[in-house]
């Protein structure tokens, strides 16, 4: 099992430090898993996650100059990790002005994401940074559980408002409800509500328009003779949603919210080469 | 004779200075002297020690009574809330008066604002002996200087959480590395590893090859006055074979002088050794390790069956583990330190090193306390001791 990655190009090393602070913001830990083509951070839906799961696709073209892998085999061409992305982004982030990061997997004292970094000096010699991220390598009997997840047979999507807009509702939800009901239609409007025994607050967001997902998808003809009107509902523990608005670091170019009634919310985020999904269970 | 008048336009750095000695104990210790106001303090624990000098010459007027010693002490909070709000400060406050008066028991403050506006701070001080780290920086193998910003760009990669960072040293490279202890809690922290070629200080001799243990707190301190006021460091140590071998950090400038001394964290004989094996040859030099572009240098061999469990997959190297071996004890001790710094106090200066157990902690430095001149010894009596123990209780 070999990984060696270079970046050279400030801007993809930025770039890629975001994805990664993003990450750090949902989960404290996930699972890396690496092709040679892409790079995907995942976390499986368990109870100790609060049934959170998340799918965070990159193609590794898009980043490194360089990328060498070799999988456990020839056949099952990958390595699966059990990474920190918080330690991932701190290095990250202390090495951005760097001429060029190498990301490597090495043995130290035990398995390591090493990242080294080449900093701009005066001197002839340069500087050298590594941080030793250390990692669990994830034997390929557990892999099952990190395949993508299959996009949910959902009753209604739609684009979300501006993402700094949620968040500020969300934020002030947040203050008197532990649950927020999010409840969308096909006729594109949105509302987010909290009700406790003292104060009902609803939050309507109109003309948010729904994405056309043409046939392949899951929207058979079943829900497009769906009423317009008719509302999807999810009541979700604000506190996912809330990490999830709240860690944004990449500016997404599309943000789309799938609602399975009553039973799940998945959030979508497109940035060009970089894909976020986000899975948050509906609790009764 | 009981009145010590010091006058200084404001300037920022003496607020900074201050600011500086609070994040290393709790009590300023300030000396009038002929070569100009001494600002001290130290740590609890005694493991770290500030002194800055303010020349006569930084003062617009600077008279105290000649052939007389004073000194005192008091809490550094109290000082600082006479400085606290820096950028207001700086706009508004034309000179500044330091007045001892012996009498009253009573240290002032007096801020000359704009129009007209006058603050005053009493403060009372108690008497104190006088603090000095003994240390002689001139006699050290290793002296470094460099500019403040060198050693920010350093510390910036380390968490703020970290504690202890090691220092090692050769001919032409300095590494910079936080330690990672073996058990399997820690064995999740980063480790990280910054190089720093010699060209980059401003002056780099090395004498001894040797690497030491220090407190990053204290030091991270001690930058943001250097890099506010934008004058160079200097380092100084030695061989950590000794008793007590502090790190000494100076900072200076014509009319300035700010010296920090930092106690190492000693390590048993098994430790020194690694320590030494280590710096000798140090892990894989950083700057081949980069260029190094063979994928087969840094494979992991590990998970080719699909039964194995994560947790066989990683079998130590001889290496490893002899190196796990000789760091346990020190781990252990590590947790311990607390303890074992008040004993230091106790014991200081008598230890010999053939009778010290294999401990790693941190030496305490080594004070001379002078007693206080016979006017003094009539209010404190005892203020040598007074103060060794008193200091010794709430370890940071």
């Known amino acids: ?284 | 004779m009981h009145l010590q008048l010091i006058v200084c336009v404001y300037r920022q750095v003496l607020a900074k200075a201050i600011h500086s000695l609070s994040r290393i104990g709790d009590e300023l210790y300030v000396e009038p002297q002929e070569d100009g106001l001494a600002l001290r303090s130290v740590n609890s624990s005694r493991s770290a020690y500030a002194c800055f000098l303010f020349a006569p010459l930084f003062f617009s007027r600077y008279t105290i009574p000649s052939g007389h010693t004073f000194r005192c002490k008091m809490l550094i909070k109290s000082v600082q809330a006479v400085f606290r709000s820096l950028a207001s400060l700086e706009k508004t406050v034309e000179k500044c008066h330091i007045e001892l008066d012996k009498h009253k028991d009573r240290l002032t403050f007096t801020l000359h604002c704009k129009h007209g506006l006058l603050k005053t701070h009493n403060l009372s001080f108690q008497d104190s002996e006088s603090l000095q780290a003994v240390f002689d920086k001139d006699s050290c193998a290793n002296v470094f200087r460099a500019q403040p910003r060198l050693l920010v760009d350093t510390v910036v990669h380390f968490p703020p959480s970290l504690e202890e960072v090691t220092l090692a040293v050769s001919d032409e490279r300095m590494w910079v590395r936080n330690h990672v202890e073996e058990d399997s809690e820690q064995s999740k922290a980063m480790l990280t590893e910054l190089c720093l070629a010699s060209d980059e200080f401003d002056h780099y001799a090395v004498q001894a090859h040797n690497s030491i243990t220090f407190c990053l707190k204290e030091l991270r301190g001690l930058l943001v006055f250097a890099e506010a006021t934008g004058l160079p460091i200097s380092m100084y140590f030695d061989d950590p074979g000794r008793y007590a071998y502090p790190y000494t950090v100076v900072i200076s400038d014509s009319v300035l002088e700010g010296d920090f001394v930092l106690a190492t964290l000693s390590d048993d004989p098994n430790h020194r050794k690694h320590n030494t094996r280590r710096t000798q040859t140090p892990v894989p030099p950083p700057p081949d390790d980069f260029m190094n572009d063979d994928i087969d240098s840094y494979l992991i061999a590990m998970d080719t069956s699909i039964a194995q469990g994560p947790s066989t997959t990683c079998p130590p190297t001889p290496a490893l583990a002899e190196s796990t071996h000789s760091k346990e004890p020190a781990a252990a001790n590590h947790r311990t330190r607390k303890h074992s710094e008040e004993e230091e106090e106790v014991a200081e200066g008598e230890t010999a090193d053939s009778g010290r157990p294999p401990n790693k902690k941190f030496c305490s430095l080594f004070f001379g306390s002078v007693l206080p001149s016979s006017s003094q010894m009539s209010t404190q009596p005892v203020t040598t001791q007074e103060v060794l123990a008193s200091d010794s209780e709430d370890d940071t």
């Open chain 1, 1 to 284: 099992m070999k990984f060696r990655g270079k970046i050279v190009d400030v801007a993809c090393l930025n770039h890629f430090s975001r994805v990664i602070t993003t990450i750090s913001k949902l989960t404290k830990m996930c699972v890396l898993r690496m092709t040679p083509v892409h790079l995907f951070f995942v976390l499986s839906g368990k109870v100790a996650n609060g049934g959170v799961s998340m799918w965070c696709e990159l193609l590794q073209a898009n980043f490194f100059d360089e990328y060498q892998m070799e999988g456990v085999s020839a056949e099952d061409n990958e390595i699966c990790l059990e990474v920190t992305p918080e330690n991932l982004s701190r290095a990250l982030k202390t090495v951005q002005n760097a001429v060029a990061v190498k990301v490597k997997l090495t043995k130290k004292h035990c398995p390591c994401l090493t990242i080294a970094a080449e900093l701009p000096t005066l001197s002839s010699i340069s500087r050298v940074v590594t941080h030793d991220v250390p990692v669990d390598v994830i034997p390929r009997k557990l892999w099952y559980e990190f395949k993508e997840p299959s996009m949910p047979d959902f009753d209604v999507s739609i684009y979300l408002p501006p993402l700094k807009t949620m968040k500020n509702v969300v934020d002030r939800m947040k203050n008197l409800s532990n649950f927020l009901v999010i409840e969308a239609n096909l006729n594109g409007e949105m509302n987010l509500k909290i009700e406790t025994d003292l104060v009902s607050v609803t939050t309507h967001f109109k003309d948010l328009g729904n994405p056309p997902w043409g046939g392949d998808a899951s929207q058979d003809s079943e829900s497009q003779s769906r009423d317009p009107e008719a509302m999807a509902e999810a009541r979700v523990d604000i506190r996912r949603l809330q990490q999830f608005l709240m860690g944004q670091q990449v500016n997404p170019s599309k943000a789309m919210c799938n609602i399975v009634h009553q039973r799940v919310v998945h959030l979508i985020l497109l940035h060009e080469d970089v894909s976020l999904q986000y899975f948050i269970p509906a609790v009764a």
